[in-house]
């Protein structure tokens, strides 16, 4: 049974680790720090977790911090992330950061995207959390950079095709599609019920994301050779899930290649990545409240090219589902622990 | 371990029942029914189940059916169910029904609502599935009657005044909203998406829903008295919940009586009912996916009133979960067990 | 042709103000307020009015505002309104008031549910904006006070019944369910789409809310006696709509009247209120975007009460086309002009 | 004024043309046909209607329609189409077909993905509805094949690109999102609420969407070179509207090409078309209920590929809207008339 602290609980990134840690049989939440809402329950800003999870907010220092818990998810924005992750290391503590500050192995790429880098010693350290591609290397590490959630929709998609070199890296476009709990809990005109519902748009069109370097990283490692991608975001007037549609052409390997077997091989002893039968579609309603990323590719024979599309709950497999993932490779749990539940559908 | 049948897979609450019972650890699935999708995988027919369910829809005859499990429930259309359920018992199988057929004890209101009973010996016999109320009776039972959603809502709300005298029966009116996975699976162009979508409206008013001679006859138990009350179901654009907003005047006891302490000592031992705090309404979003029934209650000093406000999750609460719940103690195991996932927000 | 401004335009009322009037054949827009958003296009702020209303935000005195319209619509918090109208009204303008501010006829009342009452000899003066109650007042006023979006889906619905003394007054009890647009566009985390979204609460329970005066008002004018109301909201995960359920004993005449005849007769001969045939309930989605009002009654013979129910768009009936509405007998226009779009559906 | 027939008024087209023709000056409806809700009021089948449109549902032979209009929107299935459409030409009558029979003149490929056609002499003489680029030729034409609602939104986005060159066409990727009303309104569990509420999937991937021929048509006109796409529609979670999300490299010459300023040279006189400033993306909501199609365009510097963006509502533009304007010009009517309605928002 390890202590475990969520740093940064009111976001929904925040409720959502106490609703799966609330179901997990060998960690228990000691602490969960909050500024705004210090001194409330957790289960008064989120009423969900009523007789489900009892804790107080608190606002601690790092120093307070590292004697309530040995196990520490971090899930407060960039660069506040950078402030805290080396104190909790350096405490002799082990993190989960669910911000962006880690991700990137190269600080030239994050000063590029972000701002300075105050911990660039720890980019090399740092484990990226996506266990279907990195699994030993994070089950050794101490501080593991969970993934954003666009990213670990396009990398799963996207990882068997370029090691096998059955696409051409150059044509990739990646058209993503995501729930608006993605853009977070602040209180903001262009998150409004009205201004979502019954809607939909792009933003950050053109390049601009900072999911962009992230994605180009993972998808560089898996081809062997830097990529450079198309990427556009939509907002979709659904609370929780992504949904990718990536575009390639096929290399004349690809052309002939069973995909739908390739994917299957590489997939199948997965417990969270399901590979779904051929001309199956994924779709968000049938990943929601999981830690599934669901996929699906076809071949466009008019035109010589292949679309690969993912399905993933962002806040469970794109960010506290796979975090909790993490936790268990990193503490030698099964890597399924409070992780197998079903989605719910509808 | 004891092995289970779903009657009637492919409807809402069999795929919930299906998600529930894989996330159980003292019962293994062993048969679902389906005519419709007869030889398709249950995980097809709801992709939320793959990897998670692994079994084939059948159409078995009862004959067949109850060499296959110990347990059933009978996810069925009422009349259909009267068919099948006397079968299962005569085979010495334990049942959850979570039709209408067994709800009501009078064969004669039953057919009032519906039609010829056939099998009226057994509504003596069936206990009413509302554990917070009839636990003992339930532990015991062959065969029990899952209340239905509405009734679910009502009773809970209701049951600590009425049997304290607190209001006056004749005044009760209720006014319940539902999500349309109450409607069931059925095509109809009414429960269309672009029907329901960024909409509200009545149906079936004025007294004629036939949850309400359910809703009449144990709010009837509890207040000692019978009871007619005035019933307004509404239909939600929103897949799961109920709330159920509540009226009545208070009597003189009422009126200064301390209900929300009344509340809490009625409620605060039940894992599945949480009294919320004073001034805090109940929301559907955050009941959502769990077996809990959220409950407030308010005055109206101007009016002498008192407003009850109650919310479940439909297919949960309001039908598989309480189902399972249900056979938990007909089976003798914790009745939690399988049930204590917090409900998840957003 | 007048010219017409908007004094507030950057709300949801405004948007739908600038909406209304571009389609108007008598009025030219020629000036709209917004201290937020001075100096920006009204269609930069909102661009649904792209190529279709051409003009800029400004922030202006009540001195500058008066040389650039003759009528005025006030769409500004109450208490602001109270700063504003009476300068406009000096300046001899006619005034729309969509604020509170003097919607209540007694200053004492006005102050007991709001604040001190700064231009209390204007509210005698002031008429009521309920055109199908109040015509021949509004066509003469310089100030109308435009109702409150309940208020009009409840005064309407119940008239007919208590002017007869067809119900018992005491026992009317209403249950009115809004769309989110009724919550304003300022940044707020409880109307973020997250928090709304596939959910369903009240608020403001037991008798709180600030249109619970202005309700019993104008109810009691219609019964000729004073009467106090139970009166819940709640709020829908959709946009635009309101319907109100109400309920309601049926005096020993009520009870055998001809109530569905009663409503025809009342109601007929009114372009925006849509008596549904018997046994149709109204629904939000077919008034949308529309300034129609539809009315239902039911008779529920086992507890001799009626329900009487109501649906209108907010927005529209329920603020920004009432308004319209109103300048339109306020300048002795047809009283439909600019208002006849159908809603639309789905 | 001219008299005007609606075959096929049942469905999500037929109400919305009811709706818009009620709005237009110049037009009498005069005759509404549905085979399955003969003899009720169209006003009974869609009740957003009541008090606005007075017309009955009628089952009609061609030889009895042709004595009721002058002018007929045939809104049914394609074959069906075909069936009726010869016969109202050779009674003297004009056409804007709704259904997909006219729209391409190969006969051989309407073959290819559809079935033989009946009628295929007609395929010349048709005009392709879309104002924008075949002005002229509608006015002067008997028959008007109304395109497609995902063509409609792809066309208008790239024929400017197209036509001077300044994309590679072999690298057209086109991301389509449609809201659900596009799926039609028979009873269906696939569109169901409960199926589509708070999700989103692609479907009909890898080149079989039977739009595509119709794409591909229209743009090989633009480019003056036969063009072949990959195209892939998804279903939205709202009711109304479509957003193509267009991918292509740029030429050297578009690379340098200043596309904002030929986008606004192209479409600043259209009434139906909006550019938006740079860097403000379309959004749905911002055309709900309107016949405007917004465009966006931005380039990827990164990629060398150019982002273009168009939002419709697929009811009007994409469908009832643009056979309104189709009627106007073939009518000699202002091509504005009926359809100058702002969206409405939120």
């Known amino acids: 049974m390890v202590h475990v602290g969520i740093v940064g609980a009111s976001g929904y990134t925040g409720v959502e680790l106490a609703r799966l840690l609330a179901g ?20 008064e800003v989120f009423p969900n977790l009523r007789k489900r999870v009892d804790i107080l907010c608190e606002n601690l220092s790092v120093e307070e911090l590292v004697h309530r818990a040995d196990f520490f998810f971090t899930a407060v924005p960039h660069k506040t992330a950078m402030d805290i992750v080396p104190r909790l290391l350096a405490s002799g503590k082990k993190v989960v950061d669910l911000s962006a500050d880690y991700r990137l ?32 290397r994070i089950a050794t590490a101490r501080l593991t950079a969970n993934p954003g959630c666009y990213p ?18 150059a044509t990739l476009i990646i058209d993503s599609k995501s729930g608006t709990s993605g ?14 519902s019954d809607g939909f748009k792009p933003y950050k069109v053109g390049g601009t994301h900072r999911h962009i370097p992230e994605i180009e990283q993972e998808l560089s490692v898996a081809a062997g050779e830097p990529i450079t991608v198309t990427f556009t975001p939509h907002l ?12 390639a052409s096929l290399t004349s390997e690809g ?48 035109t010589g090219r292949v679309i690969v ?16 993932q993490n936790m268990n490779l990193m503490n030698g749990y099964p890597e399924t622990l409070g992780l197998m539940g079903a989605p719910f559908f509808p």
């Open 24 to 43: 997990h049989p060998e960690v228990r939440l000691t602490v969960a720090t909050s500024r705004q809402y210090a001194g409330k329950a957790l289960a």
């Open 105 to 136: 192995h190269d600080p030239a790429v994050y000063e590029t995207w972000y701002q300075e880098h105050t911990s660039p010693e720890l980019l090399d350290e740092a484990a990226y959390g996506l266990p279907e591609l990195y699994r030993d």
């Open 152 to 169: 670990t929709s396009v990398i799963l998609a996207l990882a068997p095709l370029l090691r096998k070199g059955l696409i051409d890296p």
């Open 183 to 196: 853009a977070g809990r602040a209180a903001n005109v262009g998150t409004l019920f009205c201004e979502v």
């Open 236 to 247: 979709l007037p659904i609370s929780r899930g992504i949904l990718s549609t990536i575009y």
């Open 255 to 302: 052309k002939t290649a069973d995909l739908q077997a390739l994917y299957e091989q590489t997939y199948d002893n997965e417990p969270f990545v399901r590979v779904l039968p051929a001309g199956v579609p994924p779709a968000t309603q049938h990943v929601r409240g999981s830690n599934c990323c669901d996929l699906s590719l076809q071949k466009d024979i008019r």
């Open 309 to 324: 599309m993912s399905a993933i709950d962002n806040i469970v497999k794109g960010a506290s589902g796979q975090a909790v």
